[in-house]
């Protein structure tokens, strides 16, 4: 007998009933995302075709680098995030290597981030020369403010906090240590389009904040793209140079730079799907919430995070803690839930960082949350039903393990 | 009075506009935005184009200058020669890699002079950057046999030169690697 999935509700969670009912829940939502209309609009005219005329038209004004709608998304954005400057380049990596650079951090310099975060917030300090300084999380997956202050040396030029999962750090105590010693903070807040801190936008508290436009991102440009936001104009004015590779004009050169412009076809994406972001946020988070109320049910097994009210979690990723994680992980593939991990190795122990000296227990939380953390599909085009498909796999797995 | 632009994008993409328009189409319907399998398609018919065993697509001609001179380990204390006639990017990249660029004249067809690169080699001297500027083809010969003697990496800057040949042989292909630029203003251009 067939179950119905309609209507938000598969009747029974038994394991049997749920494989009669096996839907393939994905992880990447980008084939539906331009399916869809935007708001207000006649469904029937999808967003893709809205963005291919987009480039229809712009490809006629030939335009093409550092054009006019460039600036506009850039003006768009820092709207958005509430900051005076916008400036696009080729990636949030990016992003985060110029605005190293724009301090003057390099060699022999160091730089304190958290151990809990995709490998490109340490990539982005090499890639300077300088050296990344781990500390640990905390029990949100997010730099462990107590611990900082422990890693700043007489070579420590910058603190580096990252809105990992789309979850806002402790910005007020980062923002005082980094008063106290006198360092900037660079935001890496590539995951965290939209997120605030009682409705300060992430991007906006550090001296500058990072943002990916990577196609997985809840603003995206269809292709690796980023911006840096800030407030200061002297930042500004350098970042401008660094990544037209330091051109004053076109035929004088200030400084040595890069080549790293957004390029302008991709703000005529971004221009397209800018007005939709609060939209899209606010549906991945109530999916979030859905996922929580049902996973509440499920301690000790699944241990849901703190969630902080005054803090707006835009969950890039949505990340709990599973006991058995890596046989709940199999169960829920084997089922058609396109679970994840991220990630399942300490960055301070990958091969890369080998040079760094760090060894296993100097992490212990990072360490025991990659044996445990697990990511389910939270984004903004799943239906309830496979909502629901999701809470039942996972109480299925569980259900079959008390027996 | 005549008025001649430098450059006119739309008389250059009308003829192909709804073309690449259908062919992004596509993209969006896989949804292979990263890395996809257009890219790999791409890279195997520049291999082909340009005769060699690889193409790696990257970012932009900067790029894939300072890749190359990461790929051969290329940074702090080395140097490398180059011309200083070129756009500035070919040198920004050295500097960039942590090396330092060692200025070579060029001779009268705009490319470096083979024969002043004996005398600004160094012991840290580690590779040689000729360019082809303007599309125009160096004398690689000579080129290749200077780095032979002397254990250095040939790195072709090629950024302006896409079709360009040697001797029968393509630009790109003549080095131990050779980098394009797709910018709009190239012959082959990505937007």
Same mark, same amino acid.
């Given at each position: 007998m067939k179950k119905q999935v309609t209507g938000g509700i598969i009747t029974g969670s038994h394991r049997r009933e749920l494989m009669e009912a096996a839907m393939k829940v994905e992880f990447s939502y980008l084939a539906r995302q331009f399916r869809q209309a935007g708001p207000g609009e006649d469904p029937r005219r999808s967003y893709t075709n809205q963005v291919l005329e987009d480039i229809r038209d712009f490809v006629e004004t030939g335009d093409f680098t550092l054009g006019r709608k460039l600036q506009e998304f850039e003006?768009?954005?820092? &709207?958005? #995030?509430?900051?005076?400057h916008c400036i696009g380049v080729n990636s949030g990596t990016d992003a985060l290597i110029l605005s190293l650079r724009a301090l003057g951090i390099g060699p022999g310099d160091?730089? #304190?981030?958290?151990?809990?975060?995709?490998?490109?917030t340490a990539g982005a300090i090499a890639a300077t020369g300088a050296r990344p300084v781990f500390v640990d999380a905390n029990e949100e997956f997010t730099i462990d403010a107590d611990l900082v202050e422990k890693a700043i040396t007489d070579r420590t030029r910058a603190l580096l906090p990252v809105w990992f999962t789309g979850n806002a750090p402790d910005m007020a105590r980062i923002l005082a240590i980094a008063a106290k010693y006198d360092l900037p903070v660079v935001e890496d807040s590539c995951c965290a389009i939209d997120a605030a801190?009682?409705? /300060? /936008? *992430?991007?906006?508290?550090? #001296?500058?904040?990072?943002?990916?436009?990577?196609?997985? /991102?809840n603003l995206n440009v269809w292709s690796d793209g980023g911006m840096i936001t800030t407030n200061s104009d002297q930042m500004n004015d350098k970042l401008r140079l660094l990544r037209n590779h330091g051109l004053v004009n076109r035929d004088e050169v200030a400084v040595f730079g890069v080549n790293s412009r957004l390029d302008t076809i991709q703000a005529v994406v971004?221009?397209?799907?800018i007005d939709d972001v609060g939209r899209i946020t606010d549906r991945r988070i109530a999916n979030a919430m859905m996922l929580?109320? *049902?996973?509440? &049910?499920?301690?000790? !097994? #699944? &241990?849901i995070p703190r969630r902080r009210p005054n803090v707006r979690h835009v969950y890039h990723l949505y990340i709990v803690r599973a006991q058995d994680r890596d046989d709940l992980l199999a169960y829920c593939i084997e089922n058609g839930v396109e679970a994840k991990v991220h990630y399942p190795i300490p960055l301070p !122990?990958?091969?890369?960082?080998?040079?760094?000296? !760090?060894?296993?227990g100097d992490f212990p939380r990072t360490e025991r949350d990659c044996a445990s953390i697990i990511t389910f599909p939270a984004h903004q085009h799943?239906?309830?039903? &496979?909502?629901? !498909?999701?809470?039942?796999?996972?109480k299925a797995f569980y259900k079959d393990r008390r027996r | 009075m005549t008025h001649i632009p430098y450059i006119d994008f739309r008389r250059q993409h009308l003829p192909i506009r709804d073309e690449i328009l259908s062919a992004i189409g596509r993209v969006i319907d896989h949804a292979g935005f990263i890395l996809g399998e257009e890219v790999e398609q791409f890279e195997k018919e520049i291999a082909g184009y340009c005769g060699t065993k690889y193409a790696v697509g990257v970012n932009s001609g900067t790029d894939a200058l300072f890749l190359s001179l990461k790929a051969y380990g290329i940074g702090q204390g080395d140097e490398v020669i180059t011309v200083p006639n070129s756009f500035l990017a070919t040198t920004s990249v050295i500097v960039a890699a942590g090396a330092r660029p060692i200025f070579v004249d060029v001779a009268d067809d705009m490319n470096i002079n083979p024969e002043l690169i004996e005398e600004k080699l160094t012991t840290n001297t580690r590779a040689i950057m000729p360019v082809h500027l303007t599309g125009r083809p160096v004398d690689m010969d000579t080129i290749v046999e200077i780095a032979m003697a002397h254990n250095l990496v040939v790195i072709e800057d090629a950024a302006q030169a896409i079709g360009a040949e040697y001797k029968g042989r393509k630009v790109g292909s003549l080095g131990d690697a050779g980098c394009f630029s797709?910018?709009?203003l190239k012959t082959l251009n990505a937007c």
């Open positions: 003006s768009r954005f820092s &709207e958005l #995030i509430g900051v005076r160091e730089v #304190i981030t958290c151990a809990e975060t995709f490998i490109a801190i009682d409705g /300060k /936008k *992430a991007g906006s508290f550090g #001296i500058t904040g990072t943002f990916s436009f990577h196609p997985l /991102k971004a221009l397209r799907m929580d109320r *049902a996973f509440s &049910e499920l301690r000790p !097994y #699944i &241990e !122990y990958q091969q890369c960082c080998h040079h760094l000296g !760090y060894k296993r799943l239906t309830d039903g &496979e909502l629901q !498909y999701i809470i039942n796999t996972v | 797709l910018h709009p």
